[in-house]
């Protein structure tokens, strides 16, 4: 029976993997295709419609970038929101969601595809998503050092991941859906310029970091992850003169570039949270001044006198600046999200707007089984397989992982930046666990087969079938192979389901049943937006909770006290009091 498994599977084996690019690119894209299928659920079952509340202010932004130019939308005052204050629009949102779509719209509209730019808008999470993924399966290759299989996991374990999906649904117009691809994008490049110590990578990261910047707040946690990376390496002796230079030049021209946002501006630089960033610039700077006096001061004890005044003066000069700009009011303090992660008991008695939000809840563990699944313990197995491994990738991976989930247990908005770093892990883990498994199955079974996989090289395919097959070994490779793929199964009806179900409603039109348990659609909200937009005069003033405010201006087209970009407290409580 042995031999005619080989007979009938050896010769179909080595034409696939005499073509195993080939496989592997085929592999790519039906994650790719599977990543779109899990996102257009609401389209099919609904409409082409904008989901939710912050979507709906991102689309009217979108529409004044297409139809006025990026000069106007940089400088267009809203006069139908926060009235009588209004808004001044282009210094306060983030455009890199708008340019994104608005590029993508005139791109189709030149290639003669003619779409409206609300469908483009509803269509840009599912056409992003893949991106995504192949990237990320890019860096699950790149911190494992060119493992192919991890790569290839990463993608299909990322690719319907429910956290991200969350985010990236079609009609969730929102920030993260380009900002996430943004971050996995930035770090791949600043991982791949510390290994190669290329200058040009670390230039495309920046420009990548920039594309960041523009597209979502979230970018700080950029600023803080990469300088603890790097005093990581520094104390574990794994910080190379490349990384040094990488870093320093990722600093430099990624700040130079975010400041050029008039919504950032000089805020990356003032900002507390961005001390960090700046701080293990300094130290090394103080490194490579050290090193240099090192090299001029021969004699030992000069070098330690000399190191010891150099650093003392250079500590005390960062303190007396520091300190001096938090007194004059120069160093901005943290912001109300960034306290709230830091200590939440203290945000719940000083920043109830902040806490009130749902999204800024602790995570509990049903928010982990929904939104990451079965993951779970891949990632608990790609954990293990890097911190055995431990070079500076996998170190990069383990922190990726490590400080996003801790504040993800602060905030469950958080699992969002979590999630690339979790299908990262699990895929490594996934790659780790069929490399292992394989062999056991196959393996002095089928040595024919072994080498055509090249489970074991031709060399060893004597000693691979004289040797006793062991049932047991070949059972447990044969069983967990089978689990993993009944894993698998049980994670994609998840996904499926979580994208059917759970991120497909677009909060404005509902289902129900009536009495006959006949399906129907509940259309009382855009109702009411339309008999506000048709029996009150174009210059009325609605008042409302500051959580109806996007969608009164984007179906109503009337001017609005509040809306959801919630910076003014002092009108939110005005309106509170009077409601």
Known sequence: GEGLVEEAMGPALEVLWARRGLLSLAVLLGACVWAVAVRVFSPLMYEVLIHEFDPQFNFRATEVLVERGPEEFRNWFDTRSWYPLGRVVGGTVYPGLMATTATGWWILQRLAMPITVQQACVFTGPAVAPLTTLVLAAFAREVTGGDVGAGLATAWVFATMPSYNSRSHAGLYDNEAVAIFAMVLTFYLFVCAQRRGSLWWGLAAALSYFYMVSAWGGYIFITNLLPLYMLVLWATGRLTDRASVVYCAFVVLGTFLAIQFPFVGFQHIQGGDHLAFFGVFGLLMLREIARFLRGVLPDPKHQRLALGVFSAAFCAAAVVVVGGLALAGRIAPWTGRFYALLNPGWARRNLPII?????????????????????????????????????????????????????????????????????????????????????????????????????????????????????????????????????????????????????SNPQVTFDAQGRDGEPKLIDDYRDAFKWLRDNTPEDATVLSWWDYGYQISAFSNRTVIVDNNTWNNTHIATVGKVL
């Open 355 to 503: 806490t009130s939000v749902a999204e800024h809840q602790p995570a509990g563990l049903l928010n982990f089984a929904r939104d990451l699944h079965l993951t779970i313990p891949m990632a608990g197995i790609g954990f293990s397989v890097c911190l055995q491994k431990a070079t500076a990738g996998h170190i990069f991976a383990l922190m990726y992982f490590l400080v996003p989930l801790y504040f993800t247990t602060k905030m469950v908005r958080l699992m969002l930046v979590l999630s690339p770093a979790v299908g990262l892990l699990a895929g490594i883990g996934l790659s780790t666990s069929l490399s292992t498994l394989s062999p056991m199955a196959v393996r002095g079974r089928w040595p024919e087969i072994a080498v055509t996989l090249g489970v074991v090289s031709s060399r060893h395919k004597r000693r691979a079938a004289s040797r006793t097959c062991s049932p047991v070994a070949v059972a447990a490779g044969c069983v967990g192979i089978g689990l993993i793929v009944l894993l698998g199964a049980i994670y994609s009806g998840h996904t499926i389901y979580m994208g059917r179900y759970a991120y």
